[in-house]
């Protein structure tokens, strides 16, 4: 009866005799093994990988076999033909000197493993025979795990091109097609980089993209807001402690660094560390090494730095709030994000962007755009740069019908001090037209808070994904009307 769980064996051997006794040696010593295949020639047995892929787990071949396709050259045809398939040499070669350069060979041209076979009992067949059998287990746990590294490694490869996709750079603009060669081209490098460019011109967004192009794409990226840890946790937060280190010290807390450990961290306002928090920062830069606080001795730990600010450094050093030092460690390759305003048709591009996936996120059609309302969302000067524009498309999804008009762009709720086009003038828009602020941030509300009830269990789910108590959901539900 057939196992279907056995390890499949097909035979190159062109000797009856050395087919029969290397057959009673694996039935002798195990029933997990069975020869499915026997061939006398190497081209039989190439035609048998090519034709059925996948039905032969371990090749056992004869060295010697007769025929014009033989040894390392066969080796290699069956490789070509099944990556995964294992080859175990047999040979009747003696043993001398030669047998390291022949051993040598045979693994280069994708042997697993050689052995040799001499004349006497069948006991005698093989040297050792245990290791023999050892041997074919051994190949076919090879060719296991082979084939589980390539299902695992393109699984990452996939979650790699969504995260790509999911942080896309959008844009066709001269300055963000320069932005994305000297992505291509430093995420290869292993220097630090900081990033320069205003508040939300996405300069996350362009860290993650070096770190997705980079050798460390496949481990861990750890963002960092410098600006929002308190200067008396900064150490703690970044290298982390002891159990015991102090009091309320409980048990060992890993800081961010060692978070990070071969991936990427992203140091998000760092001219806001203060100048004990920016000397600590500098010791791990310069020795590659962490201080865990009550640790004695210090921690290796092997992070590439990339840092971002809105400020302007220079200005910072001469005004003596950033170490000279600790900026040139950071700043080995400059990349600055130019401002929205400066991107031309890019603004439109993302704004189109935008209503796609916040009308998906609400299972709904985007909304059309009026030419002259685009013209509007041009001439905007976007002082919140890219964040601004997001912010304003998920208002405009959540407030407006299936189109955009002039109106809905010039209230001053959607676009603070707008630029009307030239053909539209302000008197056209009477004070009927023009929701209040307080009718507006109602609408919103009642909007949004429709939408979370949709897709809630309960009431209380919905003030759980609202973020806010159950009773304060209730209370602006009465408020906005909503039973």
Wanted: one cysteine or more; charged letters at 25%.
């Amino acid at each position: 009866m057939t196992n279907t769980n056995a390890i499949k064996v097909m035979l190159v051997d062109d000797e009856d005799f050395d087919v029969a006794r290397v057959k009673n040696t694996i039935s002798l010593s195990s029933t997990k093994i069975q020869v499915d295949c026997v061939v006398s020639n190497g081209k039989a047995a190439l035609e048998n990988i090519q034709q059925h892929p996948d039905s032969v787990d371990v090749v056992i071949l004869d060295y010697q076999i007769s025929g014009g396709l033989r040894g390392e050259e066969l080796i290699r045809k069956m490789k070509e033909a099944d990556p995964f398939i294992q080859i175990i040499v047999i040979t009747k070669m003696t043993t001398n000197t030669t047998d390291f350069d022949f051993a040598n060979n045979l693994l280069k041209a994708g042997a697993f493993w050689y052995c040799t076979k001499y004349p006497g009992n069948i006991e005698d067949y093989i040297y050792q025979p245990t290791d023999f059998i050892l041997s074919i287990v051994n190949a076919f746990e090879k060719k296991r795990l082979e084939k589980q590294k390539l299902k695992s490694d393109k699984r990452l490869l996939q979650s790699l091109e969504n995260m790509l996709e999911a942080k896309n750079i959008i844009g066709d603009s001269k300055p963000m097609l320069l932005l994305r060669e000297m992505i291509e081209k430093y995420a290869k490098s292993e220097a630090n980089i900081l990033i320069t460019g205003g508040s939300g011109t996405g300069k996350e967004l362009v860290a993650w993209n070096i770190h997705l192009k980079s050798r460390r794409r496949y481990e861990k990226f750890v963002p960092i807001n410098c600006g929002s840890i308190p200067h008396e946790l900064i150490e703690s937060e970044l290298f982390g402690y002891e159990k015991g280190a102090f009091t309320g010290a409980h048990g060992t807390k890993a800081g961010l660094f060692e978070i990070a450990n071969n991936g990427t961290v992203f140091l998000d306002e760092v001219s806001e560390l203060s100048l004990s928090a920016q000397v600590k920062l500098l010791r791990v830069l310069q020795e590659g090494e962490i201080e865990k606080i009550g640790r004695t001795g210090r921690l290796a730990v092997n992070v590439r730095i990339i840092a971002a600010t809105n400020k302007n450094l220079s200005t910072e050093l001469n005004e003596g709030r950033f170490r000279e030092d600790l900026y040139y460690r950071l700043n080995v390759i400059p990349i600055d994000i130019v401002p929205l305003r400066q991107r031309g048709n890019d603004i439109l591009l993302l704004f189109k962007y935008y209503l796609e996936f916040f009308s998906k996120d609400m299972g709904i059609s985007p909304p059309s755009i009026d030419p002259k309302a685009q013209e509007i969302l041009l001439n905007y000067k976007w002082p919140g740069n890219v964040r601004e524009l997001r912010n304003v498309a998920q208002r405009l999804v959540l407030n407006s019908t299936d189109h955009i008009g002039v109106k809905d762009v010039s209230n001053p709720m959607i676009l603070k001090n707008s630029v009307l086009s030239k053909d539209n003038s302000i008197d056209e828009l009477t004070t009927g037209q023009v929701l209040t602020l307080r009718e507006m941030e109602k609408t919103f509300r009642l909007k949004y808070f429709k939408y979370v009830r949709s897709i809630s269990s309960s009431d209380a789910n919905a003030a759980e994904k609202l973020g806010i108590a159950p009773s304060n959901f209730y209370r602006m539900c009465k408020e906005l009307g909503l039973k």
